[in-house]
Every structure is written in structure tokens, then in C-alpha cells.
């Protein structure tokens, strides 16, 4: 039967310092207390990470008001390894905006967060929409909206939020399980 494969998430990534990367794998725990989870960076996602998938979470880091752009991840990169800190793996890319940009249209659910600075979204901006965005434009439907983890100045993920976004990852596990059997037929291509 179809069902165990339409409960199949997948959480892709991109992150420099870490942060992104840690809020994808409490979504994916948080997802896990209900549908089976994977947490796979961009660059790494395989065919078999998408085959009957039912539900993609996609994050990153907010760069330049958005969704980073090569010049600006270089930029990171370079920032992160001159100021001593620890690069996340595979931080070299390729990163999540290629990846939606080679992504196949499929039909299935979909939602997206980001991290950055606790300030006014005016501000700041926010990678998660131009995400989402990209998401639908591949035929992925709307699950809840864009979701926001912000940091501190100092690049560290304000108090409560890994387990904010454990509670929202289980969120979209319950809304998945609802969602999956009469709206929406999971894609068993690539
Ligand atoms: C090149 C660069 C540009 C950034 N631009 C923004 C921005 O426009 N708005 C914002 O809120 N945060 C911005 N940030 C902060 C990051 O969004 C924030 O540190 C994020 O948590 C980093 O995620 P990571 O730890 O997964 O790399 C920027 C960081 C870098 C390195």
C-alpha cells in the first residue's frame, strides 16, 4: 500500500555557521514522532531522497534580505574560516537555491523556514518565503506557512528555539497525516 511511503519527509538544508542545520534536524525529530524523517544538506540530496516522497522542508540561513546567492555564501564561507569558526559540512554547496532551481515538478506537500537576525522582518528580510515560492513553483502544495528562527548577534540560536521548531516539525507531522490520504498523491519519480 502507498501509505507508509506517503508519510515520508524529507528535511533539506543549507548552513554555514550550523544553525539552519541544527533547527532542520529538531524539525525532523519533531516530524518523526509521526511520520518517518530524513535530514539530508542540499548538495547531498539523491534521487532515492525523493522516491514517494509526501512532504519537503526546506530551510537556510537568510542572506542579503533572502535566499542566498553564490557571491554571498562565498562571502560567508570566507567570514566564517578568517574569524576561527567552525564551517558546517558541506557548506561549500552546492546550496539549496540550485537545488530548488534543478528540482523536478512533483506533486506533493511542502513548507520552508529560515534563521535569522531577531529583529523586524522589515529589517532583516527572510530566505523561508522566496523558498516557499520556489517550492510551489514546482507544483509542491502549501502545507503551513514559512516559518522564522531567529539568532542573536552573535550568531547562536535564541533560548527555546530548537525546541520551537521540535513543536513545529511535530506540527507538520500531525497536518501531514491529516492532509496526506485525501488531498494529495505523493510523486513516485525522482
Ligand atoms: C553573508 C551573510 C549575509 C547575511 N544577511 C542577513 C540578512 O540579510 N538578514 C538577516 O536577518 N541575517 C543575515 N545574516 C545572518 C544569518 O542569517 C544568520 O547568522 C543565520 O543564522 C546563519 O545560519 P547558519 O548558521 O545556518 O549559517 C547574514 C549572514 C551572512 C554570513
Redesign the pocket.
Do not use: C
Given at each position: 500500500m502507498e501509505n507508509s511511503k506517503a508519510t515520508h519527509a524529507l528535511v533539506v538544508y543549507e548552513?554555514?555557521?550550523?544553525?539552519?542545520?541544527e533547527v532542520a534536524n529538531a524539525v525532523a525529530e519533531g516530524l518523526r514522532e509521526s511520520v518517518d524523517a530524513v535530514v539530508v544538506r542540499a548538495a547531498d540530496v539523491q534521487r532515492e531522497n525523493l522516491a514517494g516522497i509526501a512532504l519537503i522542508v526546506a530551510g537556510g540561513?537568510?542572506?542579503?534580505?533572502g535566499l542566498s546567492r553564490p557571491q554571498?555564501?562565498e562571502?560567508?564561507v570566507k567570514?566564517a574560516v578568517s574569524a576561527g569558526e567552525e564551517v558546517?559540512p558541506g557548506a561549500e554547496g552546492p546550496w539549496l537555491r540550485e537545488w530548488l532551481t534543478s528540482l523536478d515538478p512533483r506533486t506533493a506537500w511542502a513548507t520552508s523556514f529560515?534563521?535569522?537576525?531577531d529583529?523586524p522582518e522589515l529589517l532583516?528580510?527572510h530566505a523561508s518565503k522566496g523558498i516557499m515560492r520556489k517550492l510551489e513553483q514546482k507544483g509542491l502544495r502549501r502545507l503551513a506557512e514559512p516559518e522564522s528562527f531567529p539568532?542573536t548577534g552573535q550568531?547562536q540560536l535564541l533560548p527555546g528555539e530548537l525546541e520551537r521548531a521540535r513543536v513545529w516539525g511535530r506540527t507538520l507531522g500531525h497536518k501531514l497525516q491529516q492532509a496526506a490520504p485525501s488531498s494529495v498523491r505523493p510523486s513516485y519519480g525522482s
Amino acid at each position: 500500500m502507498e501509505n507508509s511511503k506517503a508519510t515520508h519527509a524529507l528535511v533539506v538544508y543549507e548552513s554555514i555557521y550550523g544553525n539552519t542545520h541544527e533547527v532542520a534536524n529538531a524539525v525532523a525529530e519533531g516530524l518523526r514522532e509521526s511520520v518517518d524523517a530524513v535530514v539530508v544538506r542540499a548538495a547531498d540530496v539523491q534521487r532515492e531522497n525523493l522516491a514517494g516522497i509526501a512532504l519537503i522542508v526546506a530551510g537556510g540561513p537568510t542572506h542579503g534580505h533572502g535566499l542566498s546567492r553564490p557571491q554571498l555564501r562565498e562571502a560567508g564561507v570566507k567570514g566564517a574560516v578568517s574569524a576561527g569558526e567552525e564551517v558546517d559540512p558541506g557548506a561549500e554547496g552546492p546550496w539549496l537555491r540550485e537545488w530548488l532551481t534543478s528540482l523536478d515538478p512533483r506533486t506533493a506537500w511542502a513548507t520552508s523556514f529560515d534563521t535569522r537576525y531577531d529583529a523586524p522582518e522589515l529589517l532583516t528580510g527572510h530566505a523561508s518565503k522566496g523558498i516557499m515560492r520556489k517550492l510551489e513553483q514546482k507544483g509542491l502544495r502549501r502545507l503551513a506557512e514559512p516559518e522564522s528562527f531567529p539568532v542573536t548577534g552573535q550568531n547562536q540560536l535564541l533560548p527555546g528555539e530548537l525546541e520551537r521548531a521540535r513543536v513545529w516539525g511535530r506540527t507538520l507531522g500531525h497536518k501531514l497525516q491529516q492532509a496526506a490520504p485525501s488531498s494529495v498523491r505523493p510523486s513516485y519519480g525522482s
